[in-house]
C-alpha cells in the first residue's frame, strides 16, 4: 500500500513540473500546441529523470533530502515514461516539422538523433533492472549499474542541445523575453553532474555509497 503513495507523489510531482513548463512556454509567446506539449513533455521527462539519480548526490550535502531516496525508482520509471510520450509524440504528431526519418539522417540531426537512442537505451535497461529481481540477480552490479544513468542524461542532454541551439543562439542574439526552457535544463543538468563527479571524489576513499 506504501508504494502506491510513492507512484502518487512521484505522478504527483511530475504534473506539477509538466504544468510549471507548459506555462512557461506559453508564457514565452508560443501558441499551445503539439509542439509546447511535446516540449513540456520532454523537459519534464529529462528533469524528473536527473532529480531521480540526483536525489542521492544532494543528500550527501543536504542531509535533509535523504528522506526522499525512497521516491527514487518511482520518479526513474515515471521520468522514462515522459520522455516516451516526447518520443511518440515527435514522431507520430510532428511529422510535418520532423519528417522520420529523413530529418535525422544527416549532419546535427543524426548525431543528436544517436545521442537520443544511446540515452534511451541506457533508460529502458535501468527501467527493467528496477525491480527486486534484478536487485538480488545482479547484487552489487545493480548499484554500479544504474550509475550509467549519468551516461543517458549526457547523451540526452547532447540530444537536446544539437536539437535546440539554433533558438539559443536567437535568443541569446535578441536577450528578449523569458530565455528557452531547455537553457535552463541544461545548466541543470551540467550542476548536477559536477555535484556526482564531486560526491565521487568525495566518497571514494571511505567507499561511502550514494
Ligand atoms: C529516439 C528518440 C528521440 C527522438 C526521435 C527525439 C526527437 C526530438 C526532437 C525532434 C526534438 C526537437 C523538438 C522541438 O524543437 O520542438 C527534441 C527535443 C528534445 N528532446 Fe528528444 N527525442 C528523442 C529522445 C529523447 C530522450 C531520450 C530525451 C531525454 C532523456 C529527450 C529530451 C529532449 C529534450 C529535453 C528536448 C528539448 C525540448 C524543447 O525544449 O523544446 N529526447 N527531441
Known amino acids: 500500500m506504501a508504494n502506491i503513495f510513492l507512484w502518487i507523489w512521484a505522478f504527483f510531482i511530475s504534473f506539477l513540473f509538466f ?15 503539439w509542439q509546447i506539449l511535446n516540449s513540456a513533455a ?10 531521480s539519480l540526483a536525489i542521492g548526490s544532494i543528500s550527501y550535502f543536504f542531509p535533509s533530502v535523504a528522506k526522499y531516496i525512497k521516491y527514487r525508482k518511482e520518479l526513474g ?3 522514462f ?8 509524440i515527435t514522431l507520430f504528431y510532428l511529422q510535418d516539422r520532423f519528417p522520420f526519418p529523413s530529418s535525422y539522417l544527416h549532419g546535427r540531426p543524426l548525431i543528436s538523433f544517436s545521442a537520443a537512442l544511446a540515452s534511451v537505451s541506457i533508460l529502458i535497461i535501468m527501467t527493467i533492472i528496477s525491480n527486486s529481481l534484478a536487485i538480488k540477480v ?31 543562439d536567437t535568443y541569446l542574439q535578441n536577450l528578449h523575453g523569458p530565455p528557452p526552457l531547455s537553457i535552463i535544463i541544461l545548466w541543470f543538468g551540467i550542476w548536477i553532474i559536477l555535484l556526482r563527479i564531486c560526491v565521487y571524489f568525495m566518497t571514494r576513499r571511505t567507499g561511502t555509497h550514494t
Open 77 to 79: 520509471i515515471t521520468g
Open 138 to 168: 545482479l547484487g552489487k552490479w545493480w548499484r554500479r549499474l544504474l550509475r550509467v544513468g549519468y551516461i543517458a542524461i549526457v547523451f540526452a542532454l547532447l540530444h537536446m542541445t544539437l536539437r535546440e541551439k539554433a533558438d539559443w
Open 81 to 88: 515514461f515522459i520522455i516516451i510520450f516526447h518520443i511518440f
Open 42 to 51: 520532454a523537459n519534464t521527462g529529462i528533469t524528473i529523470v536527473i532529480l
Open 19 to 33: 504544468a510549471l513548463f507548459f506555462l512557461y512556454t506559453l508564457a514565452s509567446g508560443a501558441n499551445a500546441d
